[in-house]
């Protein structure tokens, strides 16, 4: 063989005749790097769905129902801390983990995924339970249910730990 390209190879035999072929080659095989970006592309599609989704539904001291919004959630969920709803501190884990899966750092970003996960499991220990409607705690209001939001924000919280797993393996 005397020179070689992408799709045509040259050769050369005993007699000095050049003869030239056209080798097909297969596509290249997606790397485990486009695979874990892609994970990370999903978490944070999901992320951004569950904002639109409904995500939990609430009733008050007379039994009026309201539905929270995952965009609701996100921006007012940090107060969740004044009632001991703790969910809402799993966004920041799973940022960081997000974060550190952009950098190629599998081990912490996973660690923090999975950790991420944990917290916003902690959501389900609210339901049915009297949390402080407003800042004076005049009112009451009780979480009677999660909805869909809320399942595709964890959706989106669990990838992360995959992808994570994906880019050590690569």
Known sequence: MIARSARTRVFADKSHCIVTAIVETPPPLPTA???????????????FVACCLPSLEFRDGKGIPDIMLGLRALVVGWSGLFGGVLGWYANPFWLASVLL??????????????????IAFLTLSAIGRELPGDEGNVTK??????LPGFYVWIASMGIVPIAAWFQRAA
């Open 33 to 47: 790097r486009v695979q874990m970006d892609k994970l990370i592309v999903v978490s944070l599609a999901l992320f």
């Open 101 to 118: 899966l952009a950098v190629r750092k599998p081990m912490p970003a996973g660690l923090l995924g999975v950790v991420a996960v944990g």
């Open 141 to 146: 209001t009780t979480i009677t249910a999660v």
